[in-house]
């Protein structure tokens, strides 16, 4: 659960679809096809070993059908003796007339069977009659091995695969080592013995049976006898390494062993008539190619099919998690503040339900953004329009009333520079209704307007205007400089005994990025607590909040904070007696 957990639940989505699709497709299949192809190549080899088995079983029986054939012969050849050489003593004469009808007997058998190589009958007196087979010497028959074993069970047919060292010789051109020997006594009719019947059988009988059966290049059956001789092998350099010990020790029943790096199945069958195994070996490995073949395909199948599955998993994921993570990357601009991005999606599905919703959900977004900005822009325009209809009467009203005091007192001349002044300042005012001005004519405005200010107040006001001119291309808000001269003269020079001077300076910030102005009073200043209180107003009007304390300052600072943000606005210094500094941090911005 845990690698689940870690491999397919804990992963993207992308992942866990892809992943899924394979699991979902392939696990199936795989096991199918490991449980198929297991049961194919476990059959398969059932059935080889089985036909194995019938093999071996055939080969034997046959074998055996032959040699019972042979004991069929050898019983007439035996009756025929006994009817040529009755038991009892013989002259010469009637000897030789017995070994010629013997020798007949035995010259016709022998052409009827052309796998006989020789048939030789020895007899208790040591006389003998053989086609193809003579005596090397004049030591008895009695001595040799063949002749004891078939007089010890006369009943029983004896099988003798090694022929090496007897008393004969062949006349025909043979091998010892190419032939094999069944004998058997003759019984003389009284529960005697008269003698022993031989014969020389060629290795083609048992060649003949195992020739026909096909295990393989490497396998092959081979026969051996009960004392674990070989009789016959075809030739191979595997049957003597193969261990008789393992046979016996298995009790004959199939084995599987490795033969220089080969894996062999052995399988043994014993005749219970010559006693003699036959015994069939093939190779695992090479029986089995054509089912480890298809298991290879089947295999190579698999890995096809994986192959094909993940292709299409990918792309069927693909075409699902594609989408998504296209629309999840979407959101995440959207949610940037980029509300201009839309879904594109073609397929009428669940995810372009999905997109769809979110095309119409950043629509309505951006209609009540608009709506909230077109509200806020009017609400805007109509404070600013109203802060400035206010403060034109407050000005006008100051204004006329020092013309009408120049009036009274016949000052005509400075009454005509009085009324220039004043319509210089309401051209720039009126400015075509824009906002902004350049801070040139923001200080023209301002100049005239202490112009006039110094007129009224006479030798009680003093005031300079320094400036960097490289500002002067700055645009700023129209209106930002008058109010502030005009607080620094109600509430500063007018309340102070003695003359006043107001200094307005301006220049470029530390960085060279922003700007800044000054309006310096040396009128009468504020306490702390004053200080404190409108410089908290400011940093209200600043993030929003609404103050009526001291208008021309907030003004200003609801302004500064409308155009550039909370970072610039008004900031205000003062000690009570010694006067007031206001200063304006704004962008340097020609456009």
């Known amino acids: 659960m845990l690698w689940l957990h870690r491999n397919l639940i804990s992963r993207k989505f992308q992942r866990r679809v892809t992943l899924s699709f394979i699991l979902i497709a392939l696990l199936p299949f795989i096991i199918f096809t490991v449980v198929v192809g297991s049961i194919f190549i476990s059959q398969a080899q059932d059935t080889a070993i089985s036909n194995l088995a019938q093999l071996i079983i055939h080969i034997s029986d046959s074998m055996d059908v ?224 054509s089912a480890n073949f298809i298991y290879y395909v089947l ?103 020092t013309i009408a005091w120049m009036a009274r007192n016949g000052k005509t001349d400075e009454i005509v520079k009085m009324i220039e002044a004043i319509t210089s300042m309401f051209r720039i005012g009126l400015s075509h209704g824009t906002d902004f001005i350049s801070l040139k004519d923001e200080i023209t405005h301002v100049t005239n307007y202490m112009y006039i200010q110094g007129i009224r107040y006479k030798n009680k006001l003093s005031y300079e205007i320094a400036i960097d001119p490289k500002i002067s291309d700055c645009m700023v808000p129209k209106l930002i400089l008058q109010p502030l001269a005009e607080n620094a003269i109600y509430h500063g020079i007018k309340l102070k005994r003695s003359g006043g001077r107001i200094d307005i300076t301006g220049g470029f910030s530390e960085s060279g990025e922003d700007i800044w102005l000054a309006v310096k009073d040396n009128g009468a200043g504020m306490s702390e607590e004053r200080l404190e209180s409108l410089n908290k107003g400011l940093r209200d009007i600043a993030e929003g909040s609404e103050h009526r304390e001291s208008f021309g300052a907030f003004y200003i600072q609801r302004r500064l904070s409308l155009s550039y943000g909370s970072s610039y606005g008004l900031r205000l210094s003062s000690k009570l007696g010694e006067g007031t500094t206001a200063v304006i941090e704004m962008p340097y911005n020609k456009n």
Not at 348 to 362: Q, V
């Open 66 to 289: 032959y040699i019972t054939g042979l004991e069929d012969m050898m019983d007439y050849v035996a009756a025929e003796t006994l009817d040529a050489r009755p038991p009892g003593s013989m002259s010469d004469e009637r000897w030789r007339s017995s070994e010629r009808e013997i020798s007949k007997t035995l010259a016709s058998m022998a052409s009827s069977h052309p796998q006989v190589a020789g048939i030789l009958v020895a007899f208790e007196d040591d006389r003998y009659v053989g086609t193809g087979m003579s005596r090397i010497s004049r030591d008895s028959f009695a001595d040799e091995n063949w002749y004891q074993a078939a007089c010890a069970d006369p009943e029983k047919l004896v099988m003798v695969s090694d022929v090496s060292g007897r008393n004969i010789v062949t006349k025909k051109d043979y091998s010892v080592d190419g032939v094999f020997v069944i004998a058997k006594a003759i019984d003389d009719g009284n529960g005697g013995i008269l003698g022993v019947i031989m014969l020389d059988i060629k290795h083609e009988l048992i060649r003949e049976s195992i020739s026909s059966v096909s295990i393989g290049s490497q396998g092959f059956v081979y026969v051996i006898d009960s004392n674990d001789n070989v009789v016959y092998t075809p030739v191979n350099d595997i049957v003597y390494r193969i261990n008789p010990e393992w046979l016996r020790s298995n009790g004959f029943q199939p084995l599987s062993v490795a033969i220089r790096g080969t894996a062999f199945h052995i399988r043994c069958n014993s005749s219970e008539y010559s006693g003699w195994r036959t015994v069939g070996v093939f190779s695992l490995d090479e029986v089995m190619g």
């Open 299 to 401: 295999l190579v199948f698999i890995i096809g099919i994986t192959i094909v599955v993940i292709f299409i998993s990918v792309m069927i994921a693909g075409s699902v998690t594609k989408p998504i993570s296209k629309l999840r990357a979407l959101m995440q601009e959207a949610e940037a503040g980029n509300l201009d991005v839309r879904f594109q999606y073609r397929q009428s599905d669940e995810i372009g339900d999905l997109g769809l919703s979110f095309n119409h959900m950043l629509d309505r977004i951006s209609q009540l953004i608009q709506r909230v900005y077109e509200e806020q822009q009017s609400k805007r325009e109509a404070q600013l329009k109203s802060l400035q209809e206010q403060i034109k009467p407050h000005f006008l009203y100051n204004t006329l009333d």
